[in-house]
């Protein structure tokens, strides 16, 4: 520590004629609320970044970046904006790297982000309504949008030669999202939806709704649903009356649990889960680990990248406001240029300087698609011997 | 042939599971009428002893299984079972001698009653939950099917599988048994009909020297086997969830009132009721139209009446439309 210490501080006095600056980046992220078991792992994913990068020296010649945390609640939109208006008027923060869940991200975007021109880069707002938000410009975001999944599974279904699908989902915004934009993409690609029909979780039977079902048809049946609660009584009862015997399971019904309940009768069944074989996930996790905290959990890794995204685009802009930065992002993320993975920021940050492109790989393989949100990596599963066994990578 | 298949189908998606459903349905609801016509009050807790009872009954389903004890192609929950209901039937009658007792004596008004019934659910519910957990457990063993969906598509060559699974034919049969020993036990017993007295007239049956008590003690005896015989066979035929029973308390209840709260024939018809409602009135009888009707007529549509999130809508719809018409439900139980 002691050595960490001196050397930053030299690092400092070195770089201190150079205009150094202590740049300020805001972290908005649900510490309290439904989100509390995993923002703190998402928070120690942008922080490592920030430190990675400020341990460097090399971003604007020496700056160094300090986290300012606030927190978005995840369902309270009042108590974001305050936090983010704190952030952005009394500690004069950058950019923003938030928030969490959806509907505060957006509200956020709206009154604070927008007005103020600072940049948002948002490791898990995945609503589909995010994509068309207002947002001159300002907002990106790590995480795909659900309606990504669905043309992730109307791709892998037409892969598979399944033309008509029945959709079963939970009675959520989640499920009701993830089943619309099923729908249209299956749509879009020719294929037909029988019948699109909700299910509640933790119902005492599910007769009525598999026969439904049933009559409906279909090649295939799709639960967006989850695994610990309906979706399973749904799969249970379309077995056992033979209603349909290829199930497509979306990212809430994956779980190790299938294979102990249902076993060997899925064989055949497939899914798709968020997931990437970059070799900068496994880089990640380890990283994470050394900083003593799960890199395995739920979205740290795209906090990571979030993070990453702001600091190579301020180098890119060679200033570290938002309305320079702004422009940069898309290119520091996506090809062309030179792959950097974790733990290689000060690799990114030398060759931006030396006037290279760079294209920002990270923890999720990065892909920035359409207003500036993730392409988004699944992972295709599917049953085989009632096992789960990964088939490829979309 | 087609019309074969329209048959199968329709057995297959309605008739198979609505019965077995039904079946669950009015053994609870029998549970809730007994102690409704005898004790007076309608008890919100039988949902939880359903689910103390099934946890009782996969414990020891547990200890044979491990011992080896199997009965073969059945399974071995219902070995269990008399062990299951003796542990439920001692747990019941220790809450009413330190609960019910008490506002008994008092002879407090039947809302007090089911306010302190919400009460020892409460309590219930939390000592399932300490015994057994939260989760999810499946504790069926022996065969899966009497009739297989595959093997029946096989050895028939219709295009339309039928599934009827054992655990649904061990429900119907078993809810037959014991509806029949029911009504024996009332009708034809010394016990059975000292109690239809005390709930037709208290203070007559006092006077004729019929002991209160143990009216009392034998009414929550027959409501807690029938409890726990209800809550194995539907932890049999789906799977055992502590909050599932607490979900099942909703339609149990409707089928009680539909049929006549006190009313024993009138649990068992609203048991069936409410179960085909659910299932036929949300059904989409696109399949069976495009077998039965010729291929001119065949519909596009789904051909449902109603979506199936409206289901419990459609229970409690024929549940509001008889006590309008018919207060006291079907067969002529105690007005509410």
Known sequence: ?394 | MDLLNAIVALLNFVVIPATAYGAQLALGALGVTLIYGILRFSNFAHGDTMAFGTAMVILFTWLFQSMGIHLGPLPTALLALPFGIAATAALVLGTDRAVYRFYRKQKAAPVILVIVSMGVMFVMNGVTRFIIGVGEIRFDDGARFVINAGEFKKSTGLAEGLAFRSTQALTIVTAILVVAALFWFLNRTRTGKSMRAYSDNEDLALLSGISPEKVVAVTWTISAALAVIAGTLYGLDKSFKAFNYFQLLLPIFASAIVGGLGSPLGAIAGGFVVAFSEVSITYAWKKVATYVLPESLAPDGLMQLLSTDYKFAVSFAILIIVLLFKPTGLFKGKSV
């Open chain 1, 1 to 394: 520590m002691k050595k960490f210490l001196t050397a930053t501080a030299a690092a400092a006095l070195l770089a201190g004629a150079a205009g150094a600056e202590d740049i300020k980046i805001g972290v908005i992220l649900g510490f309290t609320g439904p989100l509390e078991s995993i923002t703190p792992h998402m928070g120690a994913g942008a922080e490592l970044a920030m430190k990675e990068v400020s341990d460097s020296g090399k971003l604007l010649d020496g700056s160094t970046v300090t986290s300012v945390r606030g927190d978005s609640t995840c369902i309270d939109a009042a108590a974001a904006q305050a936090a983010a208006e704190r952030l952005v008027t009394t500690d004069k923060v950058s950019a923003i790297m938030g928030a969490d869940c959806s509907g505060v991200t957006g509200a956020i975007l709206a009154n604070v982000a927008v007005p103020n021109g600072i940049v948002m880069i948002s490791p898990s707002a995945t609503s589909p309504g995010l994509t068309t938000a207002e947002d001159n410009g300002l907002f990106f975001r790590t995480a795909p949008s659900d309606a990504r999944q669905g043309e992730i599974i109307a791709t892998v279904l037409k892969d598979r030669g399944i033309g008509s699908v029945a959709i079963s989902y939970t009675n959520n915004d989640y499920g009701k999202g993830l089943a619309d934009s099923i729908q249209a993409a299956v749509e879009a690609a020719g294929g037909t939806v029988t019948i699109s029909a909700a299910h509640e979780d933790g119902k005492a039977d599910y007769s009525a709704e598999v026969g439904a079902l049933a009559s409906a048809g279909g090649d295939a049946l799709i639960v967006a649903g989850y695994v610990d609660q309906g979706g399973s009584g749904i799969i249970q009862g379309a077995l056992d009356t033979g209603a349909f015997s290829t199930f497509m399971l979306p990212d809430g019904m994956y779980g190790t649990v299938l294979e102990e309940k249902f076993g060997a009768s899925l064989d055949g069944s497939f899914g798709t889960v968020p997931g990437t074989d970059s070799p900068g996930g496994a880089t990640f996790v380890d990283m994470a680990t050394a900083a003593g905290f799960d890199g395995t959990s739920s979205y740290a890794p795209e906090s990571y990248d979030a993070a990453a995204l702001i600091m190579l685009a301020m180098q890119a802009a060679g200033s570290s406001s938002s309305a320079d930065l702004a422009g940069k992002i898309l290119d520091v993320a996506n090809a062309p240029g030179e792959p950097i993975y974790p733990g290689e920021l000060a690799k990114g940050l030398e060759l931006l300087a030396a006037g290279t492109d760079i294209d920002y790989v990270g923890a999720t393989a990065v892909e920035l698609i359409g207003p500036g949100e993730a392409s988004g990596s699944y992972r295709e599963y599917e049953f085989q011997g009632g096992k789960i066994t990964t088939v490829g990578y979309r």
